[in-house]
């Protein structure tokens, strides 16, 4: 018989934090930190919080875009995915409140599979209806730009 999956789910995810800074997480068996750079005040054991949203949407892509080739019998192969954002600091730094604090980020996909260029836009426009984070950031206000191409 098979396993029947909840389609929504309560999570938690713990912390401890010894400094202003440093944030030790631990999600299911996993372990990781997040902090600020030395020039910001932190010890750089890891990456800042922002940095984090930026990779948890770049982690969120390759999942979700591995899931919708394979539903689509496409071979995307592995990808390699870059992020490049701009940020507006103004709420972080306490000026003054920022509704958008990513205006854009770019990601440039680039897959090493059999794909053609046709079939990595239909991944695209898949990708773009499931990626939850995807989802946060466009909700917010946040433009996202992809940019597919082939190894």
């Given amino acids: 018989m098979a396993i029947k999956q909840k389609t929504t789910i309560s999570a938690t995810i713990k912390?401890?934090?010894p400094s202003h800074?440093?944030?030790?997480?631990?999600?299911r068996d996993v372990n990781f930190k997040i902090?600020?750079?030395v020039e910001r005040g932190g010890t750089n054991l890891g990456p800042s919080p922002t940095e984090t949203v930026i990779a948890?949407?770049?982690g969120c892509t390759n999942v979700i875009?591995?899931?919708c080739a394979d539903k689509l019998g496409i071979d995307i192969g592995h990808l390699a995915i870059d992020a490049?954002?701009?940020?507006?600091r103004r709420g972080a730094m306490l000026m003054e409140e920022v509704d958008v604090p990513f205006p854009k980020i770019t990601l440039n996909i680039i897959s090493d599979g059999t794909a053609t260029q046709a079939e990595l836009e239909n991944v695209s426009r898949e990708l773009n209806r499931f990626c939850p984070v995807s989802?946060?950031?466009r909700h917010a206000g946040t433009q996202i730009e992809e940019i597919w191409s082939k190894a």
């Fill in 135 to 137: 989802k946060v950031f």
């Fill in 56 to 58: 948890a949407l770049i």
């Fill in 35 to 37: 902090d600020e750079p």
């Fill in 84 to 88: 490049t954002y701009s940020f507006d």
């Fill in 21 to 27: 800074s440093l944030c030790e997480c631990s999600v």
């Fill in 65 to 67: 875009a591995n899931k």
């Fill in 15 to 17: 912390s401890s934090n």
